[in-house]
């Protein structure tokens, strides 16, 4: 029904960029909310950020000034850009799409992508 696929993980030196994105399918993508979440080791899973389908963003305060949340309607795609990459931010990361469209009422999350800040 809605399936997510995430891209663009890696190593990267402290200090450097990633870019993450996630492929949405189906057709409820430009009416449903879109976030980004980690999981580090050994900690519990974190919202990272979110963008509405009017394209309001939020983030979590380790992040704010660093990493940009943004989506195109018309790729069903949702991306993360991550600069000065800390090691703490080393986590899988998972694209999350938040349903409330009828027949599709939901939380739906893809696979993860590793991201490592390691020199």
């Known amino acids: 029904q809605v399936q997510l696929v995430e891209s663009g993980g890696g190593l990267v030196q402290p200090g450097g960029s990633l870019r993450l994105s996630c492929a949405a399918s189906?057709?409820?993508?430009?009416?449903?909310?879109m976030s980004w979440y980690r999981q580090g080791p050994g900690k519990e899973r974190e919202l990272v950020a979110t963008?509405?389908?009017?394209?309001?963003?939020n983030y979590v305060d380790s992040v704010k000034g660093r990493f940009t949340i943004s989506r195109d309607n018309a790729k069903n795609t949702v991306d993360l850009q991550m600069n000065s990459l800390r090691p703490e931010d080393t986590a899988a990361y998972y694209c999350?799409?938040?349903?409330?469209?009828?027949?599709?009422?939901?939380?739906?999350w893809g696979q993860g992508t590793q991201v490592t800040v390691s020199s």
């Open positions: 189906g057709s409820i993508f430009r009416l449903s909310t």
């Open positions: 999350n799409l938040a349903s409330t469209t009828a027949g599709s009422i939901g939380s739906y």
């Open positions: 963008i509405t389908r009017g394209g309001s963003t």
